[in-house]
């Protein structure tokens, strides 16, 4: 009996880097093309397309990836939610095939962010001639740099102080070797943006960006696209055992937003929405943290990889140092946390993140991860958050035969 | 080269620097946007006065010739911070709101918030926007429950001078005079235990 069960019938990511020939329909094209190849369909198999593209939320990817594979009439949906673009685009899909509007549906994410630096902020505008009062809260000059910071490092940065200020146990070193840890994993991943080992001396020795946050210990800008076909269950029941063995089900797949906690006007919260989509997906899916056979989490910084252990419920409350320094994480150890490198080493091309972790958990269910395949795996968790805040939580389980 | 025009409109948004070897991530959204959203001139306060205020209540301009640096920052004698309470939960907002973010209610009234703190979080920017100076130290305060976004002034920008807990309180300093000879005020907070080896 079919039931209300989706799943990924194909899915690809394209390799992360510079790609200074290629522009986002390119690789968002790439992307697609491949997702369709991987589940042995058509762009005309397709009942719903959702896209994103971060840095041209406006510009209409979608539309312009069906010029570039096939305009085929269906709905598109372009969608912009931060760093969770690619996971708002997953969402969608599921959404349309689980509401019955289609039995098959594409997601695609893809950015171009190679020689990006700092994204916020801009430039600092030089002070006026005369004090004027602008915007929201008066402000007579501009306010980056002189009340805090508004650079995602250093955002991130407090944010990992934060919990070491709540629970103890936190310093520079450990940060970095969590780090140490993701650089070390993305030795093995050849569609990651960096593939090298650091030492911690090396990770701590790098150029400071926002104390505790060296370069190594932020996420990497770079190009990159990923894609993912959906498909019901009845749909799937239909098509051929090759397809239906590679299949991987989406046995849980939230998105929420923050709620208000005393602190979140001046410093984002990204640890009850967290906390809040890792219960709901936990419920959904019907299994607990313990279940997971590998993580993927929303290492954007060395300093928020930690809080997400807690915010996941991959530890006790409190408990992420402890958890991190019992080895858990690494990928030989009970937990893997990050296999693929983290945004840290493979980078972060936005949108196309949130179904890049999508991929690398896929990849393992399917026993396909070769050189870094988690032996066994089952059962995965993609997480991603976009400041603002987005959090998407997807947790993925291998087909039953 | 047949761009669709759209892609060239989009790309202006970019905001790239030219450094290849800074692969520093961050969003292109500033990080005070989130949680503010626009809502344009709105009445606020039904029986408790203005939280929003006008142009001639905002901030504290005690002096004609000074300005604070935001109108939630009032001088005189006492120099303090104000916060939009809401009447109902007394969730508190710096900005204005048309209901309070946290219980839906829609009176605020303008209170004063405590200048003593301590250091919940903090980060040294060694990296910024270009034309914003560093090091400098961003921090998260607690002030007796309400969580205040500043730098910490009048210490080292180092790991040595600054900790998580450290007692702090509220201080001003001078951004400079403008054409008219007005001068603006900002805020920071500043150690108490090196403020009272001062004294």
């Known amino acids: ?401 | 080269m047949g761009h669709h025009p759209a892609l060239g409109q989009g790309s202006r948004t970019l905001l790239i620097e030219e450094d290849e070897e800074l692969r520093l991530r961050a969003r292109p959204i500033r990080a005070t946007s989130f949680t503010w959203i626009t809502t344009g001139n709105v009445k606020y306060g039904h029986g408790h006065g203005s939280a929003n205020g006008t142009s001639d209540e905002r901030g504290g301009d005690q002096l004609s010739d000074q300005i604070t640096l935001v109108d939630y920052l009032e001088l005189g004698d006492d120099p303090h911070l104000v916060a939009n309470e809401c009447c109902a939960c007394g969730a508190k907002f710096f900005d204005r709101r048309n209901a309070c973010a946290s219980c839906g209610k829609t009176e605020f009234q303008r209170v004063r918030v405590a200048g003593d703190g301590e250091v919940r979080a903090f980060t040294i920017v060694s990296y910024a926007a270009p034309g914003v100076p560093v090091p400098f130290v961003a921090a998260l305060v607690d002030c007796d429950g309400t969580s205040v976004r500043a730098n910490l002034i009048n210490v080292e920008a180092d790991p040595e001078h600054v900790s998580l807990g450290m007692k702090v309180r509220l201080a001003t300093y001078s951004l400079g005079e403008d054409s008219n000879g007005t001068e603006a005020i900002g805020f920071g907070f500043e150690p108490q235990e090196a403020h009272d080896n001062g004294k």
């Open chain 1, 1 to 401: 009996m079919a039931n209300d069960d989706v799943w990924i019938l194909g899915i690809h990511m394209t390799k992360f880097g510079k790609h200074p020939d290629l522009d986002v329909v390119d690789l968002a094209a790439e992307a697609a093309m491949g997702a369709l190849n991987d589940g042995g369909v058509g762009i005309k198999d397709m009942g719903v397309l959702a896209a994103g593209c971060l840095m041209m939320a406006s510009a209409g990817i979608g539309q312009q990836l069906q010029k570039q594979i096939g305009q085929t009439g269906i709905p598109v949906y372009n969608v912009a939610n931060a760093c969770a673009t690619g996971a708002t685009a997953l969402r969608t899909v599921i959404m349309a095939v689980r509401a019955g509007e289609c039995d098959m549906g594409l997601a695609v994410g893809v950015e171009k962010l190679s020689g990006a630096g700092l994204l916020s902020g801009g430039s600092r505008k030089s002070d006026d001639d005369t004090w004027t009062r602008h915007g929201r809260y008066g402000a007579v000059a501009p306010v980056d740099g002189r009340i805090g910071t508004e650079t995602m490092p250093g955002v991130f940065a407090q944010i990992g102080m934060e919990y070491g200020h709540k629970y103890g146990g936190t310093s520079f070193e450990l940060f970095a070797r969590i780090s140490e840890k993701n650089h070390s994993h993305s030795t093995l991943n050849p569609l990651a943006s960096y593939s090298k080992a650091m030492s911690l001396e090396q990770i701590m020795g790098d150029m400071m960006i926002a104390y505790p946050n060296t370069r190594p210990m932020c996420s990497a800008n770079c190009d990159g696209a990923a894609a993912a076909v959906i498909v019901s269950d009845a749909k799937l029941r239909t098509l051929d055992p090759d397809q239906r063995r590679r299949a991987v089900k989406v046995s849980a797949s939230v998105l929420t937003s923050d709620p208000w906690e005393e602190s979140c006007q001046v410093l984002p919260d990204v640890n009850t929405l967290t906390r809040n989509a890792a219960k709901l997906a936990y419920e959904q899916a019907g299994v607990g943290p313990e279940d997971l056979d590998l993580v993927e989490l929303h290492d954007c910084f060395a300093t928020a990889e930690l809080v997400h252990y807690d915010n996941l419920m991959l530890c006790p409350v409190g408990g992420a140092v402890d958890f991190f320094e019992s080895g858990a994480t690494w990928r030989d150890g009970s937990k893997p946390v990050n296999v693929s490198g983290g945004l840290e080493s493979k980078g972060h091309p936005i949108a196309a993140t949130g179904i890049a972790n999508v991929w690398e958990v896929a990849h393992h269910l399917r026993g396909e991860a070769g050189d870094r395949q988690i032996e066994g795996a089952t059962v995965g968790l993609a997480h991603v958050i976009g400041l603002g805040s987005a959090c998407g939580v997807h947790i993925l389980e291998k087909a039953a035969s």
